[in-house]
């Protein structure tokens, strides 16, 4: 199972590179192909996942429940932490609470389940998306601010997650030509995001800090931890149970670099956090999925 579950890994691995190492022989821009990914790619693939997909309300309340009990749990140990340590919330919690559950989750979904198995972590990676443009600017700004609400309103991510959640649950048609185009488009999302994660890693450093080790444990063991209480108590079992232990013990999301630096937040530690977990997901996905099986 271990070793079926690191075979999984090697083309996200080969894209990553591709990434990893073109984005030094052309001068490959992070920030425009993350952009690229997220304004355009994701959100086609987005609406048409939540469009097309049979995950029923029920499920995807439980869903919902499921990564907010996931989210709250971190955010609880995390402000705990800061606090007995005297750090700075704002710059710690962010790679901690945040998993790369598009960047990564998605591909890796896709050639672990198919279809079923990547629709069902788009909606996780959505809601989790939706927290990071609440949750996470009111972390990092220290509440709502009108720059932050300014943001929220211009990302393409969120329309698409209210768009398709209203036209799917509300049974609104959607021409069959554009649900096709969106399909289209969205299935170069996985590959290209997998690329640009590559890109962003390159411009990353792992710096000497005495609370890495301990970032690492809060992202892999206790996101672990927390999906495997939330999928007790929601009682999810099956590939779902199994999508959800795996995106909470995922690697930082870079999302969690980002979102700090646009707001002037120090981001040495989420940058470190996000390439020490990334690189050490190749070991550790594969151990999550074998304690995932029955």
Not at 180 to 206: D, E, H
Not at 262 to 291: D, K, T
Request: proline share 4%; charged share 10%; aromatic share 16%.
């Amino acid at each position: 199972m271990v070793i079926h579950s690191f075979l999984i890994l090697l083309p996200l691995i080969f894209l990553a590179l591709g990434g990893y190492v073109l984005s030094d022989i052309y001068s490959l821009s992070e920030e425009t192909l993350i952009r690229i990914v997220t304004d355009f790619f994701m959100p086609a693939l987005i609406f048409y996942s939540l469009y097309t997909s049979d995950i029923n309300l029920a499920k995807t309340l439980k869903l919902f429940g499921a990564v907010s009990f996931v989210l709250a749990f971190l955010f609880v140990l995390s402000l705990f932490y800061c606090r007995f340590f005297k750090l700075e919330f704002k710059a710690f919690a962010p790679p901690v609470l945040f998993m790369n559950s598009g960047f990564l989750g998605i591909p890796l979904m896709k050639l672990w389940g198919g279809f079923a198995a990547m629709n069902y972590i788009v909606i996780y990676d959505q809601i989790q998306t939706f927290y990071i443009f609440t949750l996470g600017i009111i972390i990092v700004t220290g509440g709502f601010t009108l720059s932050g609400v300014r943001e929220m309103i211009k990302s393409p991510l969120l329309w698409a997650i209210i768009a398709g959640f209203l036209c799917k649950h509300l049974r609104i048609p959607v021409w069959e030509n554009l649900i096709q185009a969106l399909g289209y488009c969205g299935a170069g999302a996985p590959a290209l995001a997998t690329f640009a994660l590559g890109c962003s890693l390159k411009n990353r450093r792992i710096i000497a800090d005495p609370h890495l080790l301990s970032g690492l444990i809060f992202r892999f063991v206790f996101g672990f931890l927390a999906g495997w209480i939330a999928t007790a108590a929601l009682n999810i079992s099956g590939m779902e149970r199994t999508v959800i232990l795996v995106a909470s013990s995922l690697p930082s999301a870079v999302f969690s670099v980002v979102l700090p630096l646009r707001y002037g937040i120090n981001a040495r530690f989420a940058g470190s956090l996000v390439l020490a977990s990334s690189l050490l997901s190749i070991l550790i996905i594969p151990i999550v999925f074998y304690f995932c099986s029955p």
